[in-house]
């Protein structure tokens, strides 16, 4: 079984340029995760999908970062202007079922590093 | 909020001995606990979870245990070999199913 892609691997940018990443989940999940962890840090949760639909966003930065999950597979995060606390790891994490209790699959992250 | 304690924030073992982790959380709804490795520059993976209604998993050298009265659980892992290092995290499952994590137990183990 396929795990997680994300693209790319790794950005550099700078202040108040943006950006956007990429996630495609494993096959037939139904749910998917956009994570951001910090340097030292454990993942903390911007956005969660079930299906196509927005199930919680309450600690995504709306002002600047956006998400959106088209036909209920692929998905990106966007960030627009970024700033250097944005710099960090993000990563899309997908589960087969949209009950509480499934195993999230990782992927392997986009470092974002904003100079 | 709701949060998790994790504790120690690092944890060094001779090769051999046996390595524990533990997590306090705060949402007493909270029904799912998994406990995620991570190696550097590499994606969390799952290596044990437990749900509420037991109060204790083992897989091979791997153990989680969980009380939920105190709402604490902990990671055991024994005979620890030098492969186990990386960081762990536990987390805790609220509303949606949404995890919130610790911050991480960076384990190093000494040949």
């Known amino acids: 079984e396929a795990g997680v892609a994300q693209s790319p691997r790794y950005k550099i940018i700078e202040k108040r340029q943006s950006v956007a990443f990429w996630c495609n989940p494993i096959?037939?999940?139904?749910?998917l995760y956009w994570y951001q962890q910090i340097l030292g840090q454990g993942p903390k949760l911007l956005i969660q999908?079930?299906?196509?639909?927005?199930?919680?966003d309450s600690q995504l930065p709306k002002d600047r970062f956006s998400a959106e999950r088209l036909k209920g597979v692929d998905s990106t995060l966007k960030i627009q202007p970024a700033k250097l606390e944005d710099s960090a790891v993000y990563l899309c994490?997908?589960?087969?079922?949209?009950?509480?209790?499934?195993?999230?699959?990782f992927g392997p992250g986009t470092r974002l590093t904003v100079l | 909020g709701e949060n998790v304690e994790q504790h120690p924030s690092t944890l060094s073992v001779q090769e051999g001995d046996s390595a524990v982790i533990k997590c306090t959380y705060s949402?007493?709804?909270?029904?799912?606990f998994p406990w995620y490795k991570q190696e550097l520059g590499k994606r969390p993976q799952l290596i044990i979870d437990?749900?509420?209604?037991?109060g204790e998993k083992k897989d091979q050298r791997i153990a989680v245990t969980l009380n939920k009265t105190a709402k604490h659980f902990s990671l055991h892992i024994t005979e620890t070999q030098p492969e186990d290092s990386a960081v762990y995290f536990c987390a805790a499952s609220y509303r949606q199913g949404n995890l919130i994590f610790g911050k991480g137990t960076k384990l190093s183990v000494k040949p």
């Open positions: 999908f079930q299906n196509n639909g927005v199930v919680d």
């Open positions: 437990i749900r509420s209604n037991v």
């Open positions: 949402d007493s709804a909270s029904n799912y």
């Open positions: 096959s037939g999940h139904a749910t």
């Open positions: 994490a997908s589960s087969p079922g949209t009950g509480g209790r499934d195993t999230q699959y």
